[in-house]
């Protein structure tokens, strides 16, 4: 965050600033919370956990995508957390600000309370310091923040014209998607089922 404090997850609102992976220049940057599309602190929700080798852990949907680092390429390639095996590697920055890929140690499930999905202007979130894309159910991250530009473009207009301080408004905590976020899955589904496999 801006500050440099910590805030959890569940705490996070629209126009709070939080730490990204620019995906262009591989490096952290500052990133805005567009919105919460889901907010739900009372379900039991099983969780895909990711530990590296450096001992960075971080707790995700089994269908949330996740940065894996490629080798062979500089870009990253992102895929569901459920789908992450050991010896994959994964982003984790490191104490001086700077991404590193790390070996992926273990993938478990483990059941944890609550869930929370903020997105983020830059479309990648820093968790534990572990880089993840801010998108769940549709395989594809680039579709996901593609379809994702109008809502961008509302936050960045109501925000510079100082009409709100949090243009999206919370959703209900009750697990349902922020009613935008049901319009382009629905979209989405229509035009592009392949990418919910």
């Known amino acids: 965050m801006k500050s440099g404090l910590l805030k ?4 996070l609102k629209s ?11 591989n490096e952290v940057v500052e990133s805005e919370i ?3 599309a889901h907010s739900s602190p009372t379900t039991l929700t099983l969780f895909t956990a990711i530990e590296a080798w450096n001992g960075q852990k971080v707790f995700l949907t089994p269908k949330h995508l996740i940065a894996l680092s490629l ?35 273990s993938v478990s499930e483990e059941m944890k309370m609550g869930y929370y999905s903020p ?4 479309g990648t979130i820093i968790v534990n310091d572990v880089v993840t894309s801010v998108y769940a159910l549709i395989n594809s991250h680039h579709l996901a923040h593609n379809g994702l530009a109008p809502l961008r473009w509302y936050y960045k207009i109501v ?10 408004a919370p ?27």
């Open 34 to 36: 567009l919105m919460v």
């Open 8 to 11: 959890p997850v569940a705490e």
């Open 15 to 25: 126009g709070d600033v939080v730490i990204a992976m620019n995906i262009a220049k």
């Open 171 to 197: 959703p209900k905590p009750n697990g349902q998607l922020h009613w935008t976020n049901q319009f382009l899955y629905l979209v989405s589904k229509t035009l592009a089922p392949h990418v919910f496999s």
């Open 159 to 168: 925000k510079s014209l100082g009409l709100a301080n949090e243009p999206f």
């Open 119 to 122: 997105l983020t202007l830059e």
């Open 71 to 105: 080798q062979t390429n500089t870009t990253p390639s992102f895929i569901y957390a459920e789908n992450v095996q050991e010896n994959d590697y994964i982003y984790v920055r490191d104490e001086y600000n700077q991404l590193m890929s790390v070996k992926v140690k």
